[in-house]
């Protein structure tokens, strides 16, 4: 059989029929109950400090005060440095705390460093580590390479969940996208993640479409669900509710939770709080009356 | 949180309602006069024959207006006003009457929404396609054959064209507002006049376009609006003041139609139905080949005439494509045509139920397997279900004739050569869609296929720069491009 391939043409607009889906009212306000739960709640700079992860942690586990029903976010996701306070942060509340490894975001060290780096992000209590695919491996046909690694920083995981990070930016085109999902997959991935955030394009609607698919085709063969992470890119309430109508289009209900779904993103989370602000009053509000974290 | 164990059963995927859509109502409200006449020298006219039909809203069985019936002293009157009007409007200056068509062309435009939710509240088709298909593509219509208007002696280099004179244009229900663009575009781009006959049960758009005429002024006579059934069309396709007609609908009436025609001296041109063969290989990328053959037999409830009705897949990737068919359709919405979440609208008439029911029981009377969606339908209205058959032999019914409802056909190949027999194997060749991603095997298929559209690794594509029409009973002559202009230009020789 040959290798699946991807139609470029069909997928970008397939992905871009699920932009005129017509999302209002309750369900609109629902949607962005359940976008808030699938937040992996992120920052990844140079500049990073405790200060910032405190305000941070706070912001996951109760987004606004003014909107008490509002869930805590899924996830932190910090360096591995910031994950002790973030476990000690975030406590009991239900936020998980996840923690990119494996030299995030280029990858470019060798396999001990990068397990070195996801051991000490674990044993500081991260519940889920981000890794990076080594790109350089894959796009230069060492496929085995890419899933070598990938197996050993999923033993190095242990019992803490594996998202792992195609950077779809660097791999360009679909069927490379398809591939490494599939690669990914049979390594011993948790959840296949689009981006770092840190190349551009990170995640789109199609490349997500793409590996939603991929995910698709893998359950229907075997019966085993793995989780999907779209990150970097997707900034607006709006944007993500397309995303979740191509998540329950494609992949249906059993899906449709923080333990499947994941939106890697910073600002997202705010112009959640903004539209639901929004649906509750009747009116908009300012970008100040969110609180930034 | 782990991976759920592989599971034994066949996995199945749940498209329910853990997360719903709310109801998303096209909320514009559309003014439907109780009673509308002929359009006639550019006048709305009471009909002499006194006589109305009613049109219904598919969806809900509600009446929504009467429509005049026209007779044979109508077909007269619209008939000897397209001829009084015609040489004036032949010698109009090119670019005038480039003019009027770009003028129609923006006012569908602007009342874009308006012909939409009128589309679909008389034909049933989906508000996501009138709004998204139907009427941006009437309009482009209009656009591209007012390009042409001024441009005529460059189509057919080193000859010039002429106008015929009177065109009569009988155009069929699944496209209403966008068929007559189709017809009336070109025509008038030539220089001809026409009267035009909407089908019986979608006249509603075509009557607002005759609005959209007198607002742009179109020149009195210079197109012509008959409702009625076929008695009105007969009557109108015998006219002898009819230089040339244009039939868009069924391969029985079209050749019945052909026979009446022989001997006349009328130009003729019929664009009939199909049975449009989709072929999947297995080297194809076949979540998108899924959703193209998906598009192609429920788009517009598979009420199309280049619909592809007959899935050929070959054998190794059966399975498989089957799985993803049937994951697929689950997830189409189908109900209220007017909500802007729905993919899949009202049947257009309840006498085309009965005969895609009919179709189906011999589906299953002959011994292939039917499957449907599990979609919940509403009470009132005309619905069916998209349903699909599997072990489906070539000389089953439902491989032969055309159903135009939601009902796939699908059967399987083994190698190219007998993908080819198989899809060229039908009296219709209106349009073949090939999925396969290597680029050498669409050349050579596409180019051994008998039928007028080749779409690869895509279907259901339309442009009014791109020639439309069949092969065999799918009928003859062109619509759309330069081809489309042929029909209605007499060439110097």
Partial sequence: MPNRTVDKVAVEARAASFKTRSIKKESKRQGLLMVASMIDLTTLEGKDSAAKVRALCQKAIQPDASLPHVPPVAAVCVYPRWVSLARELVGDHGVMVASVATAFPSGQVDLPTKLADVREAVEAGADEIDMVIHRGAFLAGQLQVVADEIRAVKDACGTAHLKVILETGELETYDNVVRASELSIAAGADFIKTSTGKVSPAATMSVTLVMLETIRSHFLATGQMIGMKPAGGISTAKDALHYLAMLKETLGDAWLTPQWFRFGASSLLNDVLLQLHRLESGQYTAHYDVTES | ?493
């Avoid at chain 2, 991976?3 to 749940?14: I, R, W, Y």
């Avoid at chain 2, 005049?68 to 006003?81: F, G, T």
């Avoid at chain 2, 029985?252 to 009328?266: I, Y």
């Avoid at chain 2, 007017?338 to 189906?360: E, F, H, P, V």
């Fill in chain 2, 1 to 493: 949180m782990s991976p759920s164990p592989k599971t034994a059963s066949k996995p199945e995927l749940d498209f329910g309602n853990a997360w719903e859509y709310a109801a998303a109502p096209e909320g514009t409200k559309v003014a439907i006069d109780a009673k509308y006449g002929l359009f006639i020298d550019g006048e709305f006219q009471k009909p002499r024959s006194k006589r109305y039909m009613d049109t219904v809203n598919p969806a809900t069985e509600e009446v929504l207006a009467k429509v005049a019936i026209a007779n044979q002293a109508d077909v007269d009157q619209a008939i000897a006003a397209a001829k009084a009007a015609f040489p004036k409007w032949r010698r109009l200056k090119p670019s005038e009457r480039a003019k009027y068509l770009f003028r129609i062309a923006r006012r569908i435009q602007e009342r874009a929404r308006e012909l939409a939710v009128l589309e679909t509240l008389d034909g049933g088709k989906p508000i996501k396609e009138s709004r998204d298909v139907d009427i941006p593509e009437a309009a482009k219509h209009f656009f591209y054959h007012a390009g042409w208007a001024d441009k005529l002696d460059y189509v057919f280099p080193g000859r010039k064209g002429a106008p015929l004179g009177v065109c009569a244009q009988i155009i069929p229900w699944n496209f209403p507002l966008l068929m007559a663009a189709w017809k009336i575009a070109p025509a008038l781009a030539c220089g001809n006049t026409v009267v035009l006959k909407p089908a019986e049960t979608t006249s509603l758009t075509a009557l607002r376009l005759a609005e959209i005429f007198q607002e742009v002024g179109l020149p009195p006579g210079v197109v012509n609006i008959v409702t009625g059934a076929g008695i009105t069309g007969a009557a109108l396709a015998a006219h002898k003041d009819v230089k040339k007609l244009a039939f868009t609908g069924s391969t029985d009436v079209g050749k019945e139609l052909a026979r009446n025609l022989a001997g006349s001296g009328k130009r003729l041109t019929l664009e009939l139905g199909g049975k449009s063969p989709n072929i999947i290989f297995d080297d194809a990328s076949i979540d998108q080949a899924v959703d193209g053959v998906v598009q192609g037999i429920y788009f517009n409830q598979g009420h199309v005439c280049c619909a592809g009705s007959r899935l050929f897949v070959q054998e190794g990737i059966m399975e498989e494509v089957l799985t993803r068919l049937q994951v697929r359709i689950e997830s189409l919405r189908v109900g209220d045509p007017l909500d802007k979440n729905t993919d899949l609208g009202a049947i257009n008439s309840i006498g085309q139920l009965a005969t895609i029911k009919r179709y189906i029981e011999a589906g299953n009377s002959e011994g292939a397997r039917m499957f449907q969606s599990k979609a919940k339908l509403p009470k009132q209205g005309y619905w069916c279900r998209p349903t699909w058959f599997t072990d489906v032999q070539p000389s089953h019914t439902i491989a032969r004739e055309e159903i135009f409802g939601p009902v796939l056909s699908v059967m399987s190949f083994r190698t190219p050569e007998e993908a080819l027999t198989r899809a060229n194997n039908t009296p219709y060749g209106l349009a073949a869609g090939v999925w396969t991603d290597k680029g050498s095997k669409i050349f050579e298929i596409a180019s051994r296929l008998k039928a007028g559209v080749v779409w690869c690794n895509s279907y259901n594509r339309f442009d009014a720069a791109s020639p439309f029409g069949g092969y065999k009973q799918s009928g003859f002559g062109r619509e759309g491009g330069r081809q489309g202009l042929l029909p209605y230009l007499e060439l110097n020789s």
